[in-house]
């Protein structure tokens, strides 16, 4: 479950007459061409501004009205959202400059500061048309950087540009990159000239949203952002990432034994670009190294697996930067992901490993738009095919898949050699799924609802959160029916995948600081830290609020109760790629795993269950270089994991820092490690 569709897409833009009255309609819609969306942005005045936004997808989506009032320079005067955010929370915010003072209120933040002329206001919530209004107020200021409230400060750059033609109409876009909002860049394509409009707003492999009656250049346009975004990530990975050249001496290194969850001695360790080639005690040396990092007996530990994403180009780095060398995506734009596979193996992108997951979905008015969608068990099967063909080793079903073919999909799927799992299809229970052959169930709720729900409950609808959220507090833990089904899932070898970071928000209220997300808030840029303080569901009164927090604190001590039992977990997030695996880790010692644990959940039994263990997951003679270097010992202190020094994966090291740095992510290391060249000598084998 992405953490917000806004969250993922904040950044698109708009352009609009500064004299006449104008209404332009946008029609958004998923890349398989079903439509998923409307935006609409109004010019009742040449300095007032009202827009629609609607959008649903996965059963869920939030829906906004704004109203912006412009000062000369195309800043906000007043600002004011209404609407329902995509879990079903109330949206409500104002912001207004008077006497030199700009304020602003919503439900999770109350603020003001002396205004400066010039500065825009950033909203916790807003629909494209935010953006579209920074894009004019930059055109309108000729200049390229504009200064933000409450902080911030945000670039643009033209980086392409294209003639459309319609009959003998001729329009002229501009492909516009917008970075100081978010982890990384945002794109959107708008009319060129003094007062730009907002175009199209694609997000390749999701969704494109486009002026109406213009829908046939979506794909053109499509393949020329990609072409470019990918030139400017090839860039990064060029200066970014460094090839492993020879042999490498890290001395003086506490290794964390995975398989056993122990650190050992301070060890010396060599490797090469592809494999771990020694490991001697401290005081032994055999072999001729070209470079050296002195560890000063830091830890070393298995490069992490984050075994629940969805991954694209950019989210890729936060991966990297947080010491995630492998994931696993779990449903994606089939298209989007082959072609990141192959950029990762060329080298082209900084980016994990790749373990892909086959998503198939059944076709209703809920259906997720991600993986291939089926009406017919043939379709299945032919989907299944595909997946396998194209080295997919998992399949998972999702919400909206007919039932009553799962006994016959999981036992084809087991048929070819693959796993099969994922969401519990509606009308169905997870000990349902568990018999009729699912070997994995992803996400605490979708397993729990086992116990909330009955043959009439859609758990299509945002009931799958609401049922949870309402009713887990007072589940007995102890009960018959849990310890039988517990039973069950460790006599079916049954994975769980909990993704607690990801259900965080059932009880998260505005203005509440993120406990997942509290230790690094103030790392991030402005406005991820304020994001951490939205809340999403529709909490009424501090009596449900406590209900939703107990029954929160329950899906943690479940997982506890599960791995105690027996029951095999993967640490999965499904929300802020890279650093939520830090904060999934945490939640797992707080549900009473050691720390040690809780890093072989997310190392040792990663890679075993991955079916990759032969080559990753522990570090030992022989198997590949995946490592990372900790700035202390998250054996002790869980919270260390977060603090990355080194990243070693594909023959490239990379420094954490400075891939945090370019996405305006303040440094978890102060005094990094550095690679020391080293004199040649005529010692260059082993000594035995």
């Keep these: 479950m992405p953490s917000s569709f806004l969250a993922l897409v904040l950044g698109a833009c708009c352009a609009l007459h500064a004299s006449a009255s104008e209404k332009i309609t946008y029609n958004i819609w998923m890349e398989n061409g079903l439509q998923a969306g409307t935006q609409t942005i109004e010019r009742k005045t040449p300095l007032t501004v009202h827009t629609q936004f609607d959008f649903k997808e996965n059963g869920r989506g939030p829906s906004y009205q704004e109203v912006y009032r412009l000062d000369a320079l195309g800043g906000f005067k007043d600002f004011s959202i209404n609407g329902i955010s995509e879990m079903g929370s109330i949206v409500k915010e104002q912001f207004h400059v008077k006497n030199g003072l700009a304020s602003w209120h919503s439900n999770a933040e109350n603020g003001s500061k002396a205004f400066i002329k010039g500065q825009v206001y950033i909203p916790m919530n807003s629909s494209w048309a935010l953006n579209a209004l920074l894009i004019e107020a930059l055109k309108k200021r000729k200049t390229t950087t504009l200064a933000l409230l409450p902080s911030g400060r945000l670039s643009l750059q033209s980086i392409a540009k294209t003639t459309l033609k319609k009959g003998k109409l001729r329009k002229q876009v501009e492909l516009l990159m917008q970075t100081g909002l978010g982890l990384s860049p945002q794109f959107f394509w708008a009319s060129t000239g003094p007062r730009p409009r907002l175009f199209a707003v694609i997000l390749p492999g999701y969704s494109l949203m486009v002026q109406q009656g213009w829908e046939e250049y979506l794909t053109e346009l499509n393949q020329r952002q990609s072409d470019a975004e990918k030139k400017i990530l090839k860039l990064k990975a060029q200066s970014l990432q460094k090839s492993i ?157 007919p039932k009553e073919m799962v006994q016959a999909t999981t036992d084809y799927a087991h048929s070819l050699g693959l796993s099969i799992g994922g969401h519990v299809p509606a009308f169905m229970t997870s000990k349902e799924a568990v018999e009729q052959g699912f070997n994995e169930i992803n996400h605490i709720n979708q397993l729990l609802l086992t116990f909330l729900v009955n043959a009439q409950t859609d758990t299509r609808t945002l009931d799958r959160f609401y049922l949870p959220a309402q009713k887990l507090a007072d589940l007995d833990v102890d009960s018959k029916e849990v310890k039988d089904f517990i039973n069950l899932l460790v006599q079916k070898k049954v994975v769980v995948d909990p993704t607690l970071t990801a259900f965080e928000f059932i009880h998260l209220q505005d203005g509440e600081m993120s406990k997942a997300y509290e230790t690094i808030a103030h790392h991030m840029p402005p406005d991820i830290e304020r994001s951490f303080k939205v809340g999403s569901m529709l909490i009424p009164d501090e009596a449900t609020a406590q209900v939703y927090r107990k029954s929160y604190l329950k899906m943690i001590e479940l997982t506890g109760l599960l791995y105690r039992s027996g029951v095999p977990l993967v640490a999965g997030t499904d929300a802020l790629p890279g650093f939520s695996l830090h904060s999934e880790l945490a939640l797992y010692v707080q549900a009473g795993l050691t720390p040690s644990e809780a890093l072989k959940i997310a190392t040792f039994d990663a890679a075993k269950i991955a079916g990759v263990d032969r080559e990753l997951g522990a570090i030992k003679v022989g198997k590949l270089a995946d490592m990372i270097l900790i700035d202390g010992d998250p054996t002790l202190n869980i919270e260390d994991v977060r603090k990355v020094d080194l990243v070693i994966s594909k023959g490239k090291y990379i420094f954490p820092n400075e891939v945090n740095e370019s996405m305006g992510v303040k440094a978890f290391v102060s005094k990094p490690s550095f690679i020391k060249k080293l004199p040649k000598t005529e010692l260059n084998t082993f000594l035995n």
Excluded at 334 to 348: C, F, K, S, T, Y
Aim: net charge negative; aromatic share 10%; no cysteine.
């Design 245 to 401: 050249e020879g042999i490498v001496l890290i001395k003086n290194v506490k290794l964390f034994q995975s398989e056993t969850g122990t650190i050992s001695e301070p060890s010396n360790l060599y490797f090469n670009k592809d494999y771990i080639l020694g490991i001697y005690p401290q005081e032994v040396m055999p072999l001729q190294a070209s470079f050296e990092i002195d560890a000063k007996e830091r830890v070393l530990l298995p490069g992490l697996f984050d075994m629940h994403t969805h991954i694209n180009r950019w989210s890729a780095m936060y991966s990297i930067a947080a010491g995630v060398t492998n994931i696993r995506d779990m449903g994606n734009s089939n298209r989007e992901l082959q072609e990141m596979i192959r950029e990762v193996n060329a080298g082209d992108i900084i980016s994990p490993r790749i373990l892909a997951a086959g998503l198939i979905e059944g076709v209703s008015e809920y259906s997720s738009y991600d993986g291939i969608l089926i009406e017919t068990l043939e379709q299945a099967k032919h989907a299944i095919d595909w997946y396998k063909g194209n080295g997919y080793r998992h399949i998972k079903l999702y919400n909206s898949f």
